[in-house]
């Protein structure tokens, strides 16, 4: 009795009626898997909701790229009217594609961004499989990047400082300038691969001011393009209060030498984008200033919304099933525990029950004692 009394005293205490190994062997055991697959779960939960925020603001994005695309095709239609200011409506339309670079460029969540053409998919971690054999294997859900920029990136420069170091750039350049007297005061910036057309954009920071210079149809014409093209940044650095001098040699092609005449540290950078190349790069075709441009753009139009529109229903079905498989991770995260809890939980009620059933046989045995032992004091007391 002394020892069932323990015991029940035990799960009253714990709450649990496998409290070790030593309670039961392999249900303690069974029971710690599954407490190990429920943090695991906590994990996965929190990488769904993770994986399903990114989506729903790349969704966002592509659906107001959608609006955008709509709006914008109303103008075209109405430039499609030979008694209108096409000028006006044109200036619109580039207000309209402003606003969409700036979407694509503002659609990331935690640094991740999957509507800008640089993301071909990310993984969301999605669940933990368990085999027969005990074997654990992690699964996974693809979201596919969807391409709504309207330019893309290709390698066009060079940059070498003044201590002789030079590197190429894939699509980017930058260095740092020392101040003005430093040994690395002065650098060169060369526009490279003179394969550009007409659209594509040259832009660069120099210390707090940024300049760019866009590529015409009559810059391309030209034999002389990267020439062109950093002349134009030259004139456009110059224009700034930089704390630089840029100088440009006719006989080093697209060369830039710059020198900081400032009494701080100067960076350089400098990206190069290039027109047409994104999911939306048709955008940078469309004009409406002239007839045959509004023509032009109303066919043009309808391929860029059908692009926002296909790369919104790809979002929409993702996260909808990123949705799915979280609620189903928090149901099976709460059967878990319940599983879990059945197996080794102690019923209170039960317990509490038990506990006083052998208090009171405890009581009852001690009593009966008391009685035995007072019995033979009575036999002798009958001899008196």
């Not at 071909?120 to 054999?133: E, F, P, Q």
């Not at 350049?173 to 650098?187: I, M, R, Y």
């Amino acid at each position: 009795m002394n020892s069932s009394l323990s015991s029940t005293q035990s799960e009253i205490s714990t709450g649990k009626s496998v409290a070790s190994a030593k309670d039961n062997s392999a249900v303690w055991a069974i029971s710690k898997v599954m407490e190990s697959d429920v943090k695991g779960f906590k994990a996965i939960s929190d990488s769904l909701s993770l994986g399903e925020a990114s989506v729903s603001v790349a969704r966002n994005a592509s659906e107001s790229i959608t609006d955008l695309l709509t709006e914008m095709k109303g103008k075209i239609v109405a430039a499609q009217e030979d008694n209108v200011d096409r000028g006006k409506i044109n200036d619109d339309v580039t207000a309209l594609k402003d606003q969409i670079a700036s979407v694509v460029g503002a659609a990331q969540f935690n640094g991740l961004n999957l509507v800008n053409g640089n993301l071909a998919s990310t993984n969301v971690l999605s669940s933990l499989d368990r085999d027969a054999a005990g074997t654990v294997t992690a699964s996974s859900i693809t979201v596919d990047g969807q391409d709504l920029s309207t330019g893309g990136y290709t390698a066009k420069a060079a940059f070498t400082g003044s201590d002789g170091v030079s590197a190429d750039a894939a699509d980017t350049f930058g260095f740092s300038l020392d101040a003005t007297g430093g040994t690395d005061d002065a650098g060169v910036v060369v526009i490279a691969d003179p394969t550009y057309a007409a659209g594509d954009k040259v832009s660069m920071t120099v210390g707090d001011f940024s300049v760019s210079y866009t590529v015409t149809a009559e810059d391309v014409a030209s034999s002389t393009t990267e020439d062109i093209v950093a002349i134009g940044l030259k004139t456009a650095i110059e224009a700034t209060d930089a704390d630089v001098t840029v100088d440009y040699d006719s006989a080093s092609p697209g060369q830039l030498d710059i020198t900081n005449t400032g009494t701080g540290s100067l960076s350089i950078s400098g990206q190069f984008t290039n027109a047409g190349a994104g999911g939306l790069g048709a955008l940078d075709t469309i004009d409406v200033s002239t007839g045959a441009g509004a023509i032009a753009a109303l066919g043009a139009i309808e391929g860029l919304i059908d692009t926002a529109i296909d790369a919104s229903a790809a979002f929409g079905s993702v996260e909808g099933r990123i949705q799915t498989q979280g609620e189903f991770i928090s149901n099976l995260t709460d059967s878990l525990k319940s599983g879990i809890g059945s197996m080794v939980d102690a019923d209170m009620e039960e317990v509490s029950a038990r506990l006083q059933a052998l208090q009171t046989q405890q009581q009852l045995g001690v009593q009966s004692l008391s009685i035995a032992n007072q019995a033979p004091q009575t036999l002798l007391s009958l001899f008196r």
